[in-house]
């Protein structure tokens, strides 16, 4: 671009192929650097690499920290389970608590505290559950045959579901309503009919 | 002697490089061949985009068709031109010679043919697995196959580009150390190496399941493994992008690194520390312990966000300190203000740093955060997340550099030259409406991979997605991603018809403002003309030269500028950082 400025600091540029460098304008990217190229940071250099870094260790010791003051925490119980034993242990949870169908899938009303079944399979997700407002629940979710994406809406809460892992999440709904799961680990050409559903009775907030 | 043919080497008469023309035929041959595919790939994100606003497409071909698009812009666009820019960085910026041709080339016939049986598979429906192709979902055997040969195609391509450098060294053909950009094309290849080693485990074992030799791939096992190359595909994705920007620095402002060591020392942060980030993708899995996560997705104490800090300062300031040596000394932006804006090469720079700081490396480190995984596992928060790194980022710089190394190693004059200027602009342009729709889409909770957001095959259905915000979210991804199409459009047509209908020179430079080598000393020369010109004037006139009108607190500063912007961005990223978490705080309790 053409400059009206003056080019008061003015490069000294000649020197004949980009192998050679004198002064630093002959310098580059492109081209390989002085002998010594360690030199010494600015005073700028200096300050940014501190404060990165320092924002680099907040952001570590965050994950931490949220573990002390969220409530909102990553799952970490897990365990193996072969998906026979799985879908059996399904089976018994449904009959136990069933209290009724919607849609041709049975809906499951467990004690509150307790542990709840969730099995995913293609393509749905298995039984329909009915909890309690502000009670905790324990979710043994498993697949029965290939990987699924259980995602929690409108909550936004996403997991990965595995054959051959159960894994346990615990929840705590804090809001009544139905909340529709759908899959959204990429399952198979039905991927986009893989919902399920919680309901959540109790009181208003 | 040979009399008959040619000289194996010339010199280049814009950069003064020593150019092997079998290095030069190669590099062409593989970027040439990655921009096919960005072709072929741009026009499955046609209609994968309109498919969501009505085009009438077949679940199962949205699948095949995002399946394709995937792999075709994820692995081989983007590699072959890493590969064409490895095999151009070990010969041309090293004047020296490309090692076993006929290996090279040989490798380059594997590669094509791995593609096109990838292709096969994935466009009959045979290898609808997504790019992830996590088991037991299983395959055709010759999907495995393809990418498993184009993936050792690359590996082979690294093991070249290393004999090169070994070969340039051995023989002398430049003093001292490496020039930066190729140190940084050698932490890419580094970081290519092990992540395709893993990557050949994963796909191995599937390929392996796929013939009948083994049974079972315990899918935890491979998500681990996959996203070794999944993960690390991009990290040679983002050092070979980081290169490329030191090269455009060099190219369009005749720039040179401002602090050599730190920028060097960066890129080794980057080699030992990156791939632990890998274990984003498995955060909300079941199987792994809470230290294990926390040290891998932090990349052991951020170190690898580090040496990203560390380049989103030096190669402003590389810019920066270019620009004020140019002249533009006064305010702490006239060097941006004075930049040069219209040319290809330059805005590429700008807008790709741009975009892969405030969005991807932002919206990344927030993604890898433990807990704040839960909020955007599989939405399309991440799709918004990957379009902004490798398709803004990466493809946008090596648009930028194409505009450069298609005319210096054809010999040719870029056609187009005012359609380059406004492509970056443009490309750019739609992939923010892109990424920054798909980013909120995935806050609302819209899934990525599927076809139907209206569900409307489910016994159970979900309306979620119909009402509220989402269809207009939706139809603003599409806008979005149909002007970058655009913006693809004019890249491909610039590339094609300079190869096709350039004029052959021996002046490449032509139409394009070059800062480096000749162009370089000559815009030097006439400069100093010009200012003794004006030195004579002023001191008939009796003016005041204009002076440095930098704050003083900053008078020591290299790149004052810069520093403000830096910290800029870092009030952004803090401020991002809080709202993530007060999201997260509205979530139902979790544990
Ligand atoms: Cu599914």
Redo the contacts with the bound molecule.
Sequence with gaps: MASDDPNDGAPTGKGPGPAHHGDDTELSTLLPPRRRWWTALGPDERRWLTIAFVWCLILFTGMYVWMGIGDQQTPIESYRIEPDDFAAEVEAFVDEHQIGEREGAAVVAPPPGSDVFLQ????AFRPVLQLERDETYRLLVS?TD????LSLQPVNLNFQ?LPGYLYVIEITPDRTGEFPII??????L??HV?TGLIVVDGEEA | MTTLTAPPSRVCNVTGFVIDRNGQRLALANVVAGVVLLAFGGSLAILIALQRQGLPISDDWWYRLVASHGATMLLFWLLLFEVGALYWGSTMLLNARMRLPRLAWANFAMMVVGILMAQWAMLTGRATVMFTAYPPLTAHWAYYLGVLLFAVGVLVACILFFTNVLTARRERTYEGSLPLVVYGLVAAAVIALYSLLTGAVAYGLLFLQSVGVIENVDPATYRLFFWGIGHGAQQVNLAAMVAVWYALVGFTLGGRPVNEGLSRFAFLLLIAFIHLGAVHHLLVDPGLGTSHRIMNTSYLLYLAVLASLIHAFSIPAAMEVAQRERGYTQRLFTWLKKAPWREPGFSSLVLSIVYFGFIAGVTGVLMGTMQLNMLIHNTLFVVGHFHATVVSGTTLAFMGISYYLLPLLSQRRLVGVRMARWQPYVFAGGLVILTAAMLVAGQLGVPRRVADLEYSGSPIGVTLFETGPTPAIMLIVSIGALMAVAGGIMYVAVMVLTLLKGEHTDRPDAGLGFAFGTPERERRAAAQEEAAVATAQATLTAEAPTEDRRPRRWAKFEAPGTYVLVLGFLAWFVVMYLVAHLNLARAWPVG
């Design positions: 995913a399979n293609q393509f697949s290939v990987q699924h994406g579901v899959c959204n680990e990429y399952c198979g039905g991927h893989m």
